[in-house]
């Protein structure tokens, strides 16, 4: 069990957001009971999380998305209130971490992704802030395009939208964002990379692809955004003495 500000002390000290400009508010966002023994992680706070948690019996609440987002209305009304409502009434906190969860260079969504994949030489895209938002690695040896996007398919458990740049169909050099990271396709071409993979593909990022040459895979907001999440929860219950669930909502994004 731990005190809401011991809490709050060594995911501030983990995860270092005052370093990073941001979208919203990381750290607590909404205050609840003080001691904090139960914990579930998910990536985005949404109503169906709230209520896994609550029946979870949770203190505390920990996502990569949470509320309070840069131009969001200001008023507590429907969705807004109902979620809110939810979390006062049980008295339970909301921690929210988004950029400084991407970024970091162990536990993040981008460091987990690569992970995942089982690269080598991953070093961040050092042309994109803050740091570590796009990141770069290596295959352990080449593959056809289509292996790569099969694999990818295989291991997040969904379906990959993959656009073949032409040319070369056999890749090596990789780059990634996590997410809504779409438009750094550019940046990662600039660096050499075979393929981009984001979460998300917006109708310009495949003119880009064909344009520039650089093979592109949009893998999912959620599915590529799961593991960093998951990854801090279970070093938050390895290292200090809180119980740790994490709970998938599914999200076809």
Not at 102 to 114: C, E, K, S, Y
Not at 165 to 177: E, T
Request: glycine share 8%; net charge negative; aromatic share 6%.
């Amino acid at each position: 069990m731990l005190h809401r500000q011991q809490l709050d002390s060594l995911l501030t000290e983990l995860l270092q957001p005052e370093r990073i400009r941001d979208y919203c508010p990381n750290g607590l966002q909404v205050e609840g009971k003080q001691h904090i023994q139960r914990i579930v992680t998910g990536v985005t706070a949404s109503q169906a999380l709230l209520y896994a948690a609550i029946e979870a019996g949770a203190d505390a609440i920990l996502v990569h998305h949470g509320y309070f987002w840069k131009n969001e209305a200001a008023v507590v009304t429907g969705m807004k209130k109902k979620r809110l409502q939810a979390l006062l009434a049980h008295d339970i906190n909301l921690f929210a971490y988004h950029l400084p969860l991407d970024v970091h260079p162990l536990l993040g969504n981008n460091a987990q992704l690569g992970k995942l994949l089982n690269l080598t030489a991953i070093t961040p895209l050092s042309t994109v802030e803050p740091l570590g938002v796009v990141m770069q690695g290596e295959l352990a040896e080449p593959v056809a395009l289509n292996t790569l996007a099969a694999t990818l398919q295989q291991l997040l458990g969904r379906q990959v939208l993959m656009h073949d740049a032409g040319d070369n169909h056999v890749v090596c050099k990789l780059a990634w964002c996590t997410g809504g990271g779409q438009g750094y396709i550019e940046q990662a071409a600039a660096a050499g990379a075979d393929v981009f993979i984001s979460g998300e593909v917006s109708e310009q990022t495949i003119h880009v692809s064909r344009e520039l040459g650089i093979h592109f895979i949009a893998a999912g907001h959620h599915a590529t955004e799961r593991y960093g999440i998951k990854a801090l929860g279970e070093y938050l219950s390895t290292n200090y003495p809180l119980h740790v669930t994490f709970i998938d909502i599914d999200n076809p994004a």
